[in-house]
């Protein structure tokens, strides 16, 4: 039986590209820590953007390319979404409880815009 390192596990992360950021997660900055025990493996990634309908999916994948490593008999994957808000102009006070604004536009009238916008409200 091989030990297991934190290199041979950040090389098989290397090798599944985040479909979003179109690099892999080592390089895009991703992996937030690599616990490494014996043969259990932990490893958790955290993604600047909802993922929220893939990313169980991925984990899932990772889990298995871990698990394929020699010397790993369980790895566990979590990945956790953290969208930051972003900054508003200086000159302007922050809404209260407002972390982003979506604008809804568009150059013709009747296309659905309040609807949309009071659906993105709920």
């Not at 290199?7 to 820590?33: F, H, I, K, M, W």
């Not at 994948?61 to 930051?84: F, K, M, P, S, W």
């Not at 982003?100 to 536009?105: D, E, F, L, M």
Request: glycine share 10%; charged share 15%.
């Amino acid at each position: 039986m091989s030990t297991v390192n934190r290199a041979a596990v950040e090389a098989v992360l290397r090798q599944y590209t985040d479909p979003y950021l179109n690099q892999d997660p080592v390089s895009a900055g991703c992996v937030q820590a690599i616990d490494i025990d014996g043969g259990q493996v932990q490893v958790r990634l955290q993604l600047g953007y909802a993922a929220g309908l893939f990313k169980n999916g991925w984990a899932q994948v990772l889990q298995t390319a871990v698990e394929n490593i020699a010397g790993v008999y369980r790895a566990r994957v979590q990945i956790d979404c953290v969208v930051q808000a972003h900054k508003a102009q200086a000159q302007i006070p922050g809404l209260a409880n407002v972390k982003n604004v979506v604008a809804v536009a568009s150059g013709k009238g009747g296309v659905g815009k309040s609807t949309t916008a009071a659906n993105l409200a709920l």
